[in-house]
């Protein structure tokens, strides 16, 4: 166990580094020249010139590469040419506001796609399963921006279920004061139940989107899962014990179907963190990383994407650790093909 | 008295093949009674359709079979639980594989309680003497693994102690020593006759190999595609067959190195 976990965070800090590496030479690749921008439009060449060897950009590119690591190592991810702040803090800074909204709309992915991929597999083939997979492909082929707009026409505008989305709270509300970064979290530490209840509701519209968006997925692998589980041999076994339904659905049907699952939460996670979020960050006024990162690709801030980048590889990186040890609590058939 | 009564049992798919025409068999207390023919002849979805255990889209179309004397299958429908319990093919996939025996076990003791409504208590207890029961010398150790961790024929012995544990008057066996070794395999056979010989209950064996099914049972029903053909004594069968399908049968199991 011990040496397995040796074994995998070595394996981990390979995959940071192949990570960094690779945005280096991949950001690269962007078009358009950070200094010409930083400069703006009416600068001279010799002003643009001098930004240049501000930020380096005029070194050959391997120095460039290795002055990139060895800040790297050092966790400084550069200077924004965009506000002129460091890279690292501004991302951290926006950190709890992404995590917060992507662990809630997390959650509701997965509440919802195991319900509904549960009750398809119950009754497959049948009605229930056919208005269920016709849901799954409606919300999968829609745009979220699209349907993020209709929602919030259709929940602001006509019905007023909820506030304007202008960030993290409504209009005359204070931000608590930080503790964990979660304006939720916070205000309940600090004891302030209106704040926290005006902070979940403005959190629950984005968080909604956000993990209808990404519950398809959960819902295909946790329905051919459950199929398959249920129609085992060892659920069959079952059977003819004459156990009763619930206990075959609970036992045999999703325990079994949950391993396929876990390794599916983590491309979702993943989503939900990074790629899906910098459309409902940006339609929301959410100011997250996502916010940040779509601010720094409009203006070619080229230390501001990297930084962006390499957070969300990391965090990949951290999530599979997880999954892989969730995975082997789950699935006992793991732990001893590794001989443990 | 007859245990086990099955009559004009058919079984069809959904999209209207007929796989088994017109089965009829019958089970005294005591007695093994095999079930033989080659794959595909509908022997296995005999004994699956018998506790209503066909996959989906598979179903019985008509049919009456009794248990004890008490019908459980009228015209095709099930009106009853049997009081059967059922091995299989692949013990090994027949078991949970993210639960230890002994959380299988619980989990049946405890079902089993429920419907008995004896306690909870002394169900770890219970399991051990179970495994002990069919011939395995180390229960504790079996407990803690799990099924994948356990060899075939472990997973088998497990198994039948599940099977007897629900103190069935009817044992149905599906394949049960197909894919074992040829030791395990007398082992497990061994198994079901003290079982049979204890407990006094009628055993119903399917099974596709003739020389298991003669050292076994004592009368057999040969299926060819769906079809009764003969249900005689294993002796008559195999120095008289009747049947030209029989003949053909017993040439072909003759004919591979004797595992008897």
Redesign the interface.
Known sequence: MLRSGLARSGIAVVGVVGVAVLIFFITRLLPGDPARVAAGQYATDAQVEQLRRQYGLDQPVLVQFGRYMVDFFRLDLGTSIRTGQPVTDELLTRLPATVELGLLALLIAVVLGVGLGVLAAVHR?RVVDKIIQLLVVFASAAAVFWIALLAIYLFVNEWGVFTSPIGRLPRGYAPPDPVTGFYVVDALLAGDLETAGAALRTLLFPAMLLGLHASPSIVKIVRSSTIRAL????A????????PPG?ILF??GL??ALLPVITNIGLVAGFVLAGGNVLIEQLYAWPGIGQYAYDSLQENDLFALRGYVILIGVTYILLNIVLELAYRR????VA?AEGR | MTLLSVEGLSIRTADGHTLVRDFALDVNPGEIVGIVGESGSGKTMTALSL???L??GVSVACGDASLSGRPFLRDGRVCE?PNA??I?Q?PT???????KIEAQLI??LT?LGKRRGTGRRGRRARAEALLESVGIHEPRAVLRR?P??LSGGMNQRV?VA?AVA?EPSLLIADEPTTGLDVTVQAQILELIRSTVASRGIGVLFVSHDMGVIAQTCRRVAVMYHGELREFADVDDVFHAPRDAYTEELLASTLEQPSER
């Open positions: 083939h129609e085992s041999d060892y069959r076994t079952s059977r003819s014990f004459g156990y206990s036992h045999d325990r079994n789950a699935d006992p058939r001893v | 506790l209503g255990l996959p989906a639980r319990t059922m299989f692949n996939a027949a078991l949970n594989p993210t639960m989990r049946l079902f799990y994948h961790q198994m599940m629900a």
